[in-house]
Nanobody, 127 residues
Framework: QVQLAESGGGLVQAGGSLRLSCAAS????????IGWFRQAPGKEREGVSC????????YYVDSVKGRFTISRDTAKNTVYLQMNSPKPEDTAVYYC????????????????????WGKGALVTVSS
């Protein structure tokens, strides 16, 4: 059973930076796309970014392009989300997820297609 564990959440000022980490319990990066969803209070879960298993291609929702960067360290079985210049509207619980059947832009719109989820990390961006 694969387990995903997020870390790095917390309080950050708008315009600052924060890095989230998602550590996988097993080596799944060759087979699973891994990415990030977020959910703000009263809103639906939204795909933020993902990285493909095959070639490491990255995908982002329009609202974070140019500000967030997803990357992976295969030796550490860890995926990162570097959040630069966050905005108050980025405040949410961020979830790491992995899917064998969905990748790329499809991953971002298919939370129902995820095989594994982390428990989430709260990110609060103050103005």
């Amino acid at each position: 059973q694969v387990q995903l564990a997020e870390s790095g959440g917390g309080l950050v000022q708008a315009g600052g930076s924060l890095r989230l980490s998602c550590a996988a319990s097993g080596y799944i990066m060759d087979y699973y796309a891994i990415g990030w969803f977020r959910q703000a209070p009263g809103k639906e879960r939204e795909g933020v970014s993902c990285i493909s298993s095959s070639d490491g291609s990255t995908y982002y929702v329009d609202s974070v392009k140019g500000r967030f960067t997803i990357s992976r360290d295969t030796a550490k079985n860890t995926v990162y989300l570097q959040m630069n210049s966050p905005k108050p509207e980025d405040t949410a619980v961020y979830y790491c997820a992995a899917s064998r059947g969905y990748s790329g832009s499809t991953f971002l719109v298919a939370p129902y297609g995820m095989d594994y989820w982390g428990k989430g990390a709260l990110v609060t961006v103050s103005s």
